[in-house]
């Protein structure tokens, strides 16, 4: 890793930004290694229950600050995360260990933001976690950034967001000091006869930020002064107060009306304004700059059909740029995630003045522009925005995206949950879909089996088995009464209630019905079509994990046989088939053929992914392990070493497989009595999955075991049994006095104690 380390996309500082000094963090005492800031509302500041409208410059307090930290290198890791809910915080801690190279594509986002977190507990280099716009403090439950060396700085609108059972301080930003406001219009204003009545008219709008901000960049757009300005905001505010009533904060209302009425004369003339209203649908912490400018989103801002094409896309990135110029949104040219904003009480109150005609056109194109914008891999900060975006359009639209039926990007925002590995975000919005799909299109549409599919599987992911089967059998028994038992949809359901009872250990059920499965495909879609070898590969498999190896090698053979015929050799499926049956012939105990297997699947990885293609990289660990299990140590040892120094060239030295890869070796070197080459990769593993997993975690604990076991071999007794006992007190601690491992451990350590 080259430190310092930037992970998140932070919004841009303001161009005219002020550190306010009387107002800001300086006038606060900053926040000092091992504290926690938060920033929120003055009780001043107008507020909807416990949350405050905004517009205080929170957010630019805290880009302002994180920037300073980076520049003087005060933190060697700086760490931006959009808090809008709890998927989204894990998402930026999952992308803050990718960005500091300690990923493992193995972790869920779970356990990732866990190693995060525990990192930051443990790490002597200065950190800053910003938490931005915190939308409600249960989302950070167990999630909270701590440290002696780190500084955590939170911005939200919420009066009570301040962490359960953790010590902070908590600041409240209101509008600026007289001197600042003066200061900032100064700034602004380019010419001594505009800034008469400045101080009139700071004190007009309360020298709120939100407000100045709006007012500077009317008044230098249209080359006006503050009386000019005055005399417009007077006319527009009476109007105002009436419309909306003081808790819509009328000042804030007249002061972008009049700043999106001049938007909308530039050119390209009455584009802003529904392209405001398109923004206002969606994630006001950031849109994809490909929403706006898909063919949806330019029919809807254009107003008339067509394709998106690059004259439509330039009038919106002209308007969006017009927005921008007077101060309603912002543009971030470097960040595809979340390339334009705009305030969250502009976000809302845009939104009342959507006549419900315009709300329904609006919904669609908004809808249909994030399902064209969504790529088929999802890249976690790209995702995480158009899932924001999509939760946002779900809070406005409400049963908009349900008529006729739920509109696809319902279901793609799902999926990208599902892909992420949010195993809890996923139940709860499959959960959600259910619930929803039930009430407005009926328990027996064919989209609420689908969102039950997806809840089931999404249970599965997380481990919750007994629920995933319980939603599966009943789906299950739905579909074979309404279609038949050879549909199609009640075979894909057979199939995935087969794989939830091998994972819940119920391999009787699930062989029966991988059987009957399997048949009914062959029968309805024929021998060699992908769900029926699928299927034949989910029974082989569980014939294995019943100890059937013998029921289990003809299917491998046959799925092989058929992969090569339909697929060709060198598909990747058929190499995996090829590399399944080898597995399955090693632990049968048939390893000349296993070994053959395995040596044809490694010159076949090398020849059609590369010889750096992680599979290939697989494939030769394999190989090496089955000369191992042969009794060639001569053939498997110097496959060993070649696979580390692949792995530490490809993935780098402190991978999780790399060290993985070293254990190997140091196991190889430790059978062969070659205990000086083994003791320091020993060593070295230990070290590496301490630091990346933590002391308590399998990994760890095993090596700490076998580091043991080399030692006692070597005669080095007193330093075995530390070890062990580490190892015991670690297990304990970890997985619990009865655990198998902790009692594996205990007995080991007695062994060492009395030899």
């Not at 416990?50 to 520049?71: D, M, N, P, Y």
Request: net charge neutral; glycine share 8%; hydrophobic share 40%.
């Amino acid at each position: 890793m080259t430190w310092p380390v930037w992970a998140g996309t932070v919004p841009p500082l303001d161009g005219w930004y002020t550190a306010r000094p009387e107002t800001g963090l300086g006038a606060a005492g900053g926040v000092q290694p091992g504290e926690t800031v938060v920033l929120t509302d003055s009780d001043q500041e107008p507020a909807v229950g416990q949350r405050g409208i905004g517009g205080t410059g929170k957010t630019q307090l805290a880009v302002g600050f994180a920037q300073s930290a980076w520049e003087a290198r005060a933190a060697e890791l700086v760490v931006w995360v959009t808090a809008s809910s709890r998927e989204a915080i894990l998402t930026g801690y999952a992308d803050a260990l990718t960005a500091m190279g300690a990923a493992d594509s193995r972790d869920d986002v779970d356990t990732a933001a866990g190693r995060f977190v525990s990192w930051l507990a443990g790490s002597t280099r200065p950190w800053l976690v910003v938490l931005d716009d915190l939308a409600d403090p249960a989302d950070a439950d167990g999630l909270w950034p701590r440290g002696p060396a780190g500084r955590v700085l939170v911005t939200t609108r919420r009066r009570d967001a301040a962490p359960r059972g953790q010590d902070v301080r908590v600041v409240q930003v209101g509008g600026f000091s007289l001197r600042e406001a003066l200061a900032y219009l100064t700034a602004r204003l380019t010419y001594p006869d505009q800034r008469i009545e400045a101080l009139d008219l700071a004190e007009e709008l309360g020298r709120r930020p939100l407000e100045l901000a709006y007012a500077a960049a009317l008044m230098a757009d249209c080359g006006i002064g503050c009386r000019d300005f005055r005399l417009r905001y007077g006319e527009r505010i009476g109007h105002v107060a009436e419309v909306v009533g003081k808790s819509s904060s009328p000042s804030v209302v007249a002061c972008w009306s009049l700043a999106v009425e001049r938007a909308n004369e530039l050119v390209p003339a009455g584009l802003a304004w529904p392209t405001l209203a398109l923004a206002a649908l969606l994630d006001p912490n950031g849109i994809p700059g490909q929403v706006l400018t898909s063919p949806a989103a330019c029919a809807y801002i254009t107003g008339r059909p067509g394709t998106g094409t690059v004259s439509d896309q330039n009038q919106i990135r002209a308007a969006v740029r017009n927005l921008a110029r007077l101060g309603l949104v912002t543009i971030d040219p470097d960040s595809a995630a979340r390339t334009v904003r705009l305030h969250s009480f502009l976000w809302s109150v845009v939104q009342k003045y959507l006549p419900p005609a315009e709300v329904d056109q609006a919904v669609r194109a908004a809808a249909n522009g994030l399902l064209h914008g969504w790529p088929d891999g999802d890249l976690s900060l790209l995702g995480q925005a158009l899932r924001d975006c999509t939760a946002r359009l779900r809070e406005t639209a409400g049963e908009r995206l349900w008529n006729p039926e739920g509109h696809p990007v319902l279901f793609r925002a799902g999926q990208s949950l599902d892909r992420a590995r949010l195993a809890g975000p996923a139940i709860a919005y499959w959960q959600m879909m259910t619930d929803a799909s039930s009430r407005v299109l009926g328990a027996g549409h064919a989209q609420t089996a689908l969102a039950r599919g997806n809840l089931a599987a999404a249970y599965e992911a997380a481990g919750r088995l007994n629920d995933a089967i319980t939603v599966l059998q009943s789906l299950f028994t739905e579909r074979e009464a309404k279609l038949g038992p050879r549909n199609p949809a009640t075979l894909a359901t057979s199939a995935s209630l087969a794989h939830a009872y091998q994972s819940a250990g119920r391999l009787k059920d699930a062989i029966l019905l991988y059987e009957r499965t399997l048949a009914d495909q062959a029968r309805v879609l024929g021998t060699g079509h992908p769900d029926t070898l699928a299927a034949r590969v989910s029974l082989a498999s569980a014939y294995q994990a019943a100890g059937r190896v013998k029921d289990a090698i003809p299917l491998y053979e046959q799925t092989l046989a058929d992969r090569e015929r339909v697929q060709g050799p060198d598909h990747r499926d058929t190499l995996t088939a090829r590399a399944n049956l080898a597995y399955a012939y090693r632990i049968a105990g048939r390893m000349k053929d296993a070994i053959v297997l395995y040596e044809r699947t490694l010159a076949d990885r090398e020849r059609v992914q590369g010889p750096d293609h992680r599979d290939t990289l697989t494939a030769q660990a394999n190989l090496a392990y089955a000369y191992e299990a042969a009794g060639r140590m001569k053939d498997a040892i110097p496959v060993y070493e070649r696979t580390l120094a692949d792995r530490e060239r490809v993935q780098g030295p402190d991978h999780r497989d790399t060290l993985t890869a070293c254990g190997n070796l140091a196991s190889a070197y430790h059978s062969a009595r070659r205990l000086t080459n083994a003791i320091p990769l020993y060593e070295r593993t230990l070290a590496g999955f301490n630091q990346i997993l933590g002391p308590g975690h399998p990994d760890t604990l095993t090596s700490r075991a076998n580091l043991a076991s080399a030692y006692h071999t070597a005669g080095r007794k007193a330093e075995a049994i530390k070890l062990l006992e580490r190892a015991v007190a670690d297990c304990e601690e970890a997985m619990g006095r009865r655990d198998p491992m902790t009692r594996a451990l205990r007995e080991n350590l007695a062994a060492v104690r009395g030899d």
